[in-house]
């Protein structure tokens, strides 16, 4: 499978990036970064580093590696909400990839995984207390995102994770307990959020929107 791959650098996304790099099922990952990667990681033979200087405006040879691609991981994303990033770069990337003439004779359907939050608020009427801005600009995205489904051959997931702790063999006692207390609603692990967006990018998932309690249970049920 050929996958492209934002956000590789990000404290979730570097934890998906590594998983895939080890994952058999991906032979090919097209890493669009906005800048130069200072991670070593980065340089893997199955691995095509692109410099994009604007995400809502691909060159031609961006366009070409993205066309023939299986699926899309996209841990790009903000803590403010930003729209630009949450909204209009994954809709242009849809546009872009649906408008191909490669796509119409696609055999298997398209999987953009979409890294989201257990918080964020597809309802812009609610009156949320706690970081309304960012909740409401990223549950725009949930809802773009979803929306990708409505077209044939093209399916949108939104994986939805509380509280991101480290991976759960590298983080520390506390983090460990932390994350016992606080439980799968409030918190997930990075290694698991990553199986998940690499499971559903390969084989897809029942629902759209994958909670932070389904990342738990799926991460646990694929490992058995
Ligand atoms: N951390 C958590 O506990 C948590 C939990 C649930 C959901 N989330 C959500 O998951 C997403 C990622 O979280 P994170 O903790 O991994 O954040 P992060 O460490 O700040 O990483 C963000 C990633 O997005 C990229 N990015 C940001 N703005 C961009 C832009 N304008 N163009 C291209 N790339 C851009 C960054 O690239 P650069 O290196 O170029 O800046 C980086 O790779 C966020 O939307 C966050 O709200 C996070």
């Known amino acids: 499978m050929k996958v492209v791959f ?17 994952d058999k099922r991906i032979d090919k990952i097209v890493n669009l970064v906005r800048r130069l990667p200072t991670n ?17 405006n691909y060159d031609k040879e961006t366009i070409t590696e993205i066309e023939d691609a299986d699926a899309a ?10 729209q630009v990033v949450h909204v209009e770069y994954p809709t242009t990337f849809y546009n872009v990839v649906t408008s191909r003439p490669a796509f119409k004779t696609r055999t298997t359907p398209f999987r953009f995984v979409y890294l989201g939050g257990a918080f964020t608020e597809p309802d812009q009427s609610k009156t949320l207390w706690f970081m309304p801005t960012a909740r409401k600009g990223s549950g725009r995205g949930q809802t773009a995102v979803a929306d990708f489904s409505r077209m044939a051959n093209f399916e949108g997931y939104v994986v ?4 991101a702790l480290r991976a759960y063999d590298e983080a520390s006692w506390l983090a460990r307990a932390f994350g016992w207390l606080a439980g799968s609603y409030w918190t997930a692990w990075n290694d698991e959020v990553a199986k998940v967006m690499i499971d559903v990018a390969s084989g897809g998932h029942r629902d759209v929107l994958i909670s932070s309690r389904e990342i738990a249970e799926t991460a646990k049920s694929r490992s058995d």
């Not at 934002?6 to 080890?22: D, E, N, R």
């Not at 070593?40 to 809502?56: A, C």
């Open 40 to 56: 070593s990681s980065v340089q893997h033979d199955k691995v095509r580093t692109i410099i994009v200087k604007d995400f809502n």
């Open 160 to 163: 939805k994770p509380g509280i």
């Open 73 to 82: 991981i996209w841990c790009a994303g903000t803590f403010t909400g930003d």
């Open 6 to 22: 934002t956000g590789s650098s990000g404290y979730i996304g570097s934890q998906v990036f590594k998983q895939a790099l080890a």
